[in-house]
């Protein structure tokens, strides 16, 4: 616990109790501060000297509470006895345990809300309806592009919680944000009320607040001590955003108005068909991966009549737009499709022939700059190590390649270039530029584990790529 809030609670037990703090024990005075430090911040480590010396400095001394002036109100609110009650209330009756938990929470909330921007002010009193005052213990106010928002926090510190304290604290509220005649609150849609405590609140109270949430145009918030243990140990941008969580799932149990009945019906809706979408999308996931593995992979019955009518289909529909291509009549449709399965195949083969995968991109869609592809898979390549072997030094090409002979490889470059030396390779092509629309000659076949698709080259070029200069080069070792 911080010096500054031990120093104003020993103020403020000096300014309660008068002439009787003279007669209070250091053990007295140490076990209300191991007691109310272990509820609110985790932890019953208390440095007794300092206790004592805080105590002898300050249990007689009236100076400022951290923001507040010692005034009956202000000790009234920190003891959480009504005021008109705490100048009868003999100081053997006060609870200075509460008192010291209510300091820790009022500045811990202070901080934070100063922290996300709000201006805040405690134990401000804003006046509500028929003059009837309502002092939450910390108000934030923040101005924003979209209006105004308020936070109002009261903290019932006592244990158990009272309940009566809530209720009060509720109705109270309710005077200040319900609308009468000439008064027109500004507390209302999108402001919070949080009512916080460092123990568990009782059936009964956790009832009367999802009631005052059902009710009111504002949004009411419970915090327990398990809640804000979470909030204290994240860093301020986690805080504020799982603060928002409890924010929502309290705006989940009402108002009950029918503005925001639809709208909390229409979140729920959209809830569920986000759900169900989620599912949808999963089971359809899990198929087409179960389906892909089964026509690339699989040589079951199954399996393979399904990979035979796969590769029937997709190569007749290349066929169709290849022919179409080559008369000139595709469709705007028909370039949409051929676009997507271009991407969709540049992705699918991103991992397993990524230099094939990289020049189709950006023929299709760079800007015609040299390429330089990565050479780790040229610089092993058995066909190539062989060619280069026998070849070497010059510079030699076109070289035609069958594609057994290296897939890989003739799906990037195929013819190719090469340029030998003694301390340098370089494999390239000075001009990668598929066949015209008008020729179905030139074929490819792409393999997808077990199933093979033909793809003619003047598909690609229906695109209007960008021809480029391509080359990869490694040093010889």
Known sequence: MEEAIIEAAMAAIGSAFGKGASGLSMDQVTGWFHRALQSVAGSSEVNSSLIEQLAEKNLKRE??????????????????????????TPPKQLEPEVLIRHLYLEKM??????????????????????????????????????????VCINFVCDNPPSQYRVRALLATLEAY??????????????????????????RGTSASIRLQSREGKYTVVKLEGDDIYALRCQDSTSRLVQLMDLVEKAKAIGPLSDEVTLGSCLRRVVKTAFKHI?????????????????????????????????????????????????????????????????????ATTRFIYPEGSILLYHYIYGDGSDLELPSSYFRESG????KIEELGPGDHGPIVLRQHEDWRLSLALNPYYLSISDRRIRIYH????????????????????????????????????????????????
């Not at 100076?63 to 009868?88: G, M, S, Y």
């Not at 393979?304 to 705007?332: F, H, I, M, P």
């Not at 066909?383 to 062989?386: A, G, N, Q, T, V």
Request: glycine share 6%; net charge negative; proline share 4%.
């Open 63 to 88: 100076i400022p509470v951290l923001d507040a002036e010692f005034t009956r109100k202000n000790l009234a609110r920190w003891f959480e006895i009504p005021q008109e009650e705490f100048v009868n």
């Open 383 to 386: 066909y190539l190590r062989k």
């Open 430 to 477: 000075p001009r990668i530029e598929f066949a015209t629309l008008d020729s179905t000659k030139v074929r490819t076949v792409i393999p997808l584990g077990k199933m093979k698709l033909q793809v003619y080259d003047n598909l690609v070029s229906a695109i209007n790529p960008t021809p480029f200069f391509v080359y990869s080069e490694w040093k010889v070792e």
């Open 177 to 202: 944000a319900t609308e009468s005649g000439d008064f027109k609150s500004e507390f209302k849609w999108g402001d919070i009320y949080v009512v916080a405590t460092p123990f568990q609140f009782g």
């Open 109 to 150: 909330f202070k901080e934070w809300l100063a922290e996300w921007g709000y201006v805040v002010s405690i134990g401000e009193d804003l006046e509500g309806k028929e003059s009837i005052d309502f002092t939450p213990d910390v108000y934030g106010k923040l101005n924003t592009l979209h209006g105004q928002f308020e």
């Open 278 to 346: 989620l599912i949808v999308g999963l089971l359809l996931t899990l198929v087409l991966t179960f389906f892909a593995i089964s026509v690339t992979s699989l040589d079951d019955p199954v399996s393979v009549k399904l990979r035979a009518g796969t590769e029937r289909y997709l190569n007749g529909y290349v066929e169709y737009l290849t022919k179409e291509a080559k008369d000139g009549t595709l469709g705007s449709f028909d370039m949409a499709i051929l676009h997507t399965c271009i991407l969709t195949g540049i």
